[in-house]
């Protein structure tokens, strides 16, 4: 589903808790396990900026975390109901 216009890779630095590595590590290694190819937290990372694009996530009168998961939800059901 990688519809990139440009092939410009930019390098971000993320800072990230413990958690969330940990979280990205058991997505990578599930891949490798299951399905032959490990992701890499950057692949991970990427995929998901697309997966938001795709849903039509935008950044609209988000002001806090709750604004930020509040809007993720009403995209992924709006998403799913389209299914």
Known sequence: MNKK?????????????RDQIDYLDELGKDALFLAGHKLSRTKIISY??????E?????????????????ISERMEANYEQV
């Open 5 to 17: 216009t440009n092939n410009h890779i930019h390098r971000v630095i993320a800072l990230l808790d």
């Open 48 to 53: 998901l900026i697309d997966f938001a694009k």
């Open 55 to 71: 849903v039509g996530f935008t950044g609209k009168n988000i002001k806090t975390e709750e604004d930020f998961w509040e809007r």
